[in-house]
């Protein structure tokens, strides 16, 4: 039996539930999100209690594999729609900067030239000082994701640390090379 899966996942007054055979539609004050339900899972809303149920329709090995998974990524819609999920970014380096400017965000991270990233539709994304960016969404997978393209341009380096790192990452630093100098 999935521990993760079999946990009812509460509901919040002011979020509206709507299910489908295939998908499942949640809407709160920040957005409305969907997700697919995979096949042989089954959600149910109990409207009085406010608790949303997952359940599998069978026990195969692919079923019982999904359980958990489908009810982690409902009780991520409901809580993105309520509180909404952040990612930080620092950015380390001489001369490396940051700045959002409409709907881009600007790197300039040691290249020949400034990099131009769009900002995805739905995600809130600020540059409070020039060496961090904040990203904010309702949808957990994008902000996740948006984070981790603007991190692989210039990912972080153990020697000097310069690059572009999570706000709670923790790079290991390498001693280099050092001068064995002559007598």
Same mark, same amino acid.
């Given at each position: 039996?999935?521990?993760? #899966? +079999?946990?009812?996942?509460?509901?919040?007054?002011? +979020?509206? =539930? *709507?299910?489908?055979?295939? &998908?499942?539609?949640?809407?709160?004050?920040?957005?409305?999100?969907?997700?697919?339900?995979?096949?042989?899972?089954?959600?149910?809303? *109990? &409207?009085?209690?406010?608790?949303?149920? +997952?359940?599998?329709?069978?026990?195969?090995?692919?079923?019982?594999? %999904?359980?958990?998974?489908?009810?982690?990524?409902?009780?991520? $819609?409901?809580?993105? !729609?309520?509180? /909404?999920?952040?990612? /930080? $970014?620092?950015?380390?380096?001489? /001369?490396?900067?940051?700045? !959002? &400017?409409?709907?881009?965000?600007?790197?300039?991270?040691?290249?020949?030239?400034?990099?131009? %990233?769009?900002?995805? *539709?739905? $995600?809130?994304?600020?540059?409070?000082?020039?060496?961090?960016?904040?990203?904010? /969404?309702?949808?957990?997978?994008? !902000?996740?994701?948006?984070?981790?393209?603007?991190?692989? =341009?210039?990912?972080?380096?153990?020697?000097? #640390?310069? @690059? =572009?790192?999570?706000? *709670?990452?923790?790079?290991?630093?390498?001693?280099?090379?050092?001068?064995?100098? @002559? &007598?």
């Amino acid at each position: 039996m999935s521990r993760i #899966g +079999v946990m009812p996942i509460p509901v919040p007054g002011g +979020v509206k =539930i *709507d299910i489908r055979p295939t &998908e499942i539609h949640v809407t709160g004050p920040l957005a409305t999100l969907t997700h697919a339900i995979p096949p042989g899972i089954q959600a149910a809303f *109990d &409207e009085e209690k406010r608790i949303l149920t +997952v359940k599998r329709s069978s026990e195969t090995k692919q079923v019982r594999a %999904l359980h958990g998974t489908a009810r982690s990524r409902i009780a991520s $819609l409901v809580l993105g !729609v309520t509180q /909404g999920f952040k990612k /930080g $970014l620092i950015i380390g380096g001489v /001369g490396y900067q940051a700045k !959002v &400017e409409g709907k881009e965000l600007i790197l300039q991270i040691g290249f020949s030239h400034p990099v131009k %990233l769009t900002i995805p *539709d739905g $995600l809130k994304v600020v540059a409070p000082t020039v060496t961090t960016i904040q990203i904010s /969404g309702a949808d957990k997978p994008k !902000v996740g994701q948006f984070a981790a393209e603007i991190r692989a =341009i210039r990912p972080p380096e153990p020697y000097k #640390g310069k @690059g =572009i790192r999570y706000s *709670d990452e923790q790079i290991r630093r390498k001693q280099g090379k050092t001068f064995a100098g @002559g &007598e």
